[in-house]
């Protein structure tokens, strides 16, 4: 069974994917590893080599995720750190076949099937790629040279969402469970969170 917010410990998780051994598809998990290292509280960082619907898991529970991953658009020099938001993908989403399930469609999945569980509010960090087809330990000068501002750049999202207040004006739990507070006190079922 999934955990809600009132069992994390953090309100916030910075998720890093991809690869060690793929050049510089290990981008994600070095941003997020130097973000761990600061040890900041409220805030988790995770390592993880999953897609697709695999993610959902991993960010379930908390109040914000910051996803953290290669891009290989081919139209941005190597080291290019790029920012997301969800409404970014929706392009992506309509145009995902039943059989593809690549991260904003899972994600979308996720809001559809358990919104109380899913994060508020999801950013996306990616960093333009060289190389992710060499199976090397090591990254390209570019990509290992972007590390510092995709850091940065994490850093800066993460201010920025601890720092508003839940999206919806329906009042919460002290504890920012996902439960809404009725006028009478008791609980009640919190929808998804609404685009702003």
């Given amino acids: 069974m999934s955990k809600g ?22 981008v994600g998990l070095r ?7 600061m040890s900041i509280p409220g805030v988790d960082c995770r390592q993880e080599a999953v897609g697709g619907l695999d993610i959902l898991p991993v ?12 891009i290989q658009t081919m139209q941005y020099d190597p080291g290019t750190v790029l920012l997301f938001k969800e409404s970014d993908f929706e392009e992506v989403v ?18 559809q099937m358990d919104p109380e569980i899913m994060p508020e509010d999801i950013r996306f960090v990616a960093v333009e790629v060289q190389d992710i087809r ?6 390209t000068p570019e990509v290992e040279d972007a590390v510092e501002s995709g850091k940065a750049a994490v850093l800066h999202i993460l201010e920025e969402l601890r720092g ?3 999206k919806d004006r329906r009042p919460r739990c ?10 009478s006190g008791g609980p009640a079922s919190a929808g998804p969170p609404r685009p702003s």
């Fill in 134 to 139: 060499t199976m090397s330990e090591t990254m």
């Fill in 174 to 183: 002290p504890c920012f469970c996902s439960r809404a507070l009725r006028r």
């Fill in 164 to 166: 508003q207040g839940p």
């Fill in 94 to 111: 309509a145009g995902a076949s039943c059989h593809d399930v690549n991260l904003p469609t899972a994600i979308k999945i996720g809001r």
């Fill in 5 to 26: 917010f009132c069992e994390r410990d953090a309100d916030s998780v910075v998720v890093g994917l991809g690869s060690p051994i793929m050049c510089d598809d290990a």
């Fill in 31 to 37: 941003i997020s590893e130097e973000i761990e290292r």
């Fill in 59 to 70: 960010i379930h529970g908390y109040r914000h995720a910051v996803i953290v991953d290669a």
